[in-house]
């Protein structure tokens, strides 16, 4: 689908579905309210399947979408740009984190190249859709055009179809890219009106020096785009980066086909706040899956109105906390499908 008919595509929550799920809750054999934020995410899934109980969230698959970054020549991050590359091949070999916790949760692994620098050679779960070889220095002048934003949106959406089509039940985000939280912070202000010191932050691990650097580098790609946050698209080319861009295609595309999209770090909640600026109701197929220690991730979940369901300081990246939050939404799903009710056990009632 083109982005214009996967925003036509996306509706509201079902509240039919909701009311269903918060009265099968009610009724099922615990105290109310004892499965504190499952039972809310419970109900969210109901009203984006439009069922209750809404289907298990498996088969699952992260998508890693990996770009480099014009803005690595300002000096925002202590890592050489070809690590994004290396890392790509990592995945392909099952090396990474997130492959060691994608064998963990069950979730599938599928690596994306939409913007890396370097030409690369990957096996059968590297799907190559490069639309440029890294975007430009966002400081200099806009980071992509709007036809390579465009294009980049409309991997995401594909990949995100073309998953579904496959079976995917859950579509978990992940992301590589060296230099990639700058643009992110700049993302995120840009849509929330946060300024560059609220939402800049340590990355990789940087020191103070590098930090207020960082902040001065944000604020300066700000004030020279002014992006306009009712233009989604033009903002995504102008401080953006391909694999945001692809990431806010790819949650606009679990949107539109009603399936959960588990969000990871801060990357991904720069691309969940430029999903929900093009489709406000993309938000209720949106899952935060962990708090990412980067500032502006925060921001942006505060921003969706969305609470994420794991806190563990990680700050990572490749949709390793989306993929160990996937045992926790399967979990919030399978109480509505197995547990018994205070009827059908014979348990009383207060
Ligand atoms: O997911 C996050 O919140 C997150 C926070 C800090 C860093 N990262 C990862 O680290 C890389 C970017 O960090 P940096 O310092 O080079 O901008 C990129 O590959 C991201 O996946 C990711
Ligand atoms: C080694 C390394 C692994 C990563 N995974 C995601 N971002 C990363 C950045 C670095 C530097």
Redesign the pocket.
């Known amino acids: 689908m083109t982005l214009e008919t996967t925003l036509a595509a996306i509706r509201p929550a079902d509240e039919r579905a909701m009311t269903a799920a918060r009265e099968l809750q009610a009724r099922l054999t615990k105290p109310a309210g004892s499965l504190g934020a499952l039972e809310e995410l419970s109900v969210r899934l109901a009203g984006l399947a439009g069922a209750c109980p809404p289907p298990l969230p498996d088969p699952a698959t992260v998508a890693i979408f990996a770009g480099d970054h014009g803005v690595h020549a300002q000096g925002?991050?202590p890592?050489p740009q070809e690590v994004?590359a290396q890392?790509v091949a990592n995945f392909v070999a099952g090396g990474a984190v997130v492959n060691a916790f994608a064998r963990q949760t069950g979730a599938d692994v599928m690596v994306i190249d939409v913007g890396v620098a370097i030409p690369l050679h990957g096996g059968a779960t590297l799907l190559d859709a490069n639309v440029r070889r890294g975007t430009r220095d966002m400081t200099v002048t806009a980071a992509l055009t709007r036809e390579e934003a465009l294009a980049a949106v409309e991997v995401g959406i594909q990949v995100a179809e073309t998953l579904v089509d496959q079976g995917a039940r859950a579509l978990l985000t992940g992301?590589?890219?060296?230099?990639?939280?700058?643009p992110a912070a700049a993302l995120i202000a840009a849509f929330t009106g946060a300024g560059a010191a609220t939402v800049t932050?340590r990355?990789?691990g940087?020191d103070d020096a590098m930090l207020a650097h960082k902040t001065d580098v944000v604020g300066a790609a700000l004030e020279r785009h002014a992006p306009d946050p009712a233009d989604p698209l033009g903002v995504l080319a102008a401080v953006g980066g391909l694999e945001h861009a692809a990431l806010t295609g790819f949650i606009l595309g679990a949107a539109a086909r009603r399936v959960p999209v588990i969000v990871?770090?801060?990357?991904?909640a720069s691309a969940a706040v430029a999903a929900a600026a093009f489709a406000p109701d993309s938000v209720a197929a949106m899952v935060a899956g962990h708090r990412?220690?980067?500032p502006g991730?925060s921001v942006a979940l505060a921003h969706l109105g969305l609470e994420p369901l794991l806190d563990l300081g990680m700050?990572?990246?490749?949709g390793s906390?989306a993929v160990l939050a996937l045992p926790v939404v399967s979990a919030a799903v399978r109480v509505l499908h197995e547990v018994a009710t205070f009827d059908s056990a014979g348990v009383s009632e207060k």
């Open positions: 925002v991050t890592w994004t890392m992301d590589m890219g060296i230099a990639n939280t700058t932050g990355g990789t940087i990871d770090g801060v990357i991904a990412s220690a980067e991730a700050r990572l990246g490749e906390g």
